[in-house]
Nanobody, 116 residues
Framework: VQLQASGGGLVQAGGSLRLSCALS????????IGWFRQAPGQDREFVAA????????TYAESVKGRFTISRDIRSNTVYLQMNSLEPEDTAVYYC??????????WGQGTQVTVSS
């Protein structure tokens, strides 16, 4: 599975961005597609995830009510709509796919910078 993340950028606090993760090269079916982020000097952390076939969705507590993950079956794309962005959301955001055997695939990351 190959993942191509895009949509990052610079935004002021309170603003919005939408990240996209285009998936190819595999059968997604029961894969879990997620977003993680890593700020400088910090560990990579979970942000949100969606089960491709069942639509089960989970969020980190820090983004609940502000971020929305969704997927488009026709285009094999997962989106992360980020609203009410805060400086603390500044990080490199990574798209992840985990297949049913537990193998993880990662995209290249996209930088999100939120200015105060």
């Amino acid at each position: 599975v190959q993942l191509q993340a895009s949509g990052g950028g610079l935004v002021q606090a309170g603003g919005s961005l939408r990240l996209s993760c285009a998936l190819s090269g595999g059968t997604l079916s029961d894969n879990v597609i997620g977003w993680f982020r890593q700020a400088p000097g910090q560990d990579r952390e979970f942000v949100a995830a969606i089960v491709w076939s069942g639509m089960k969705i989970t969020y980190a507590e820090s983004v609940k009510g502000r971020f929305t993950i969704s997927r488009d079956i026709r285009s094999n794309t997962v989106y992360l709509q980020m609203n009410s962005l805060e400086p603390e959301d500044t990080a490199v955001y990574y798209c992840n796919a985990r297949d049913t055997t537990g193998i993880n695939y990662w995209g290249q990351g996209t930088q999100v910078t939120v200015s105060s």
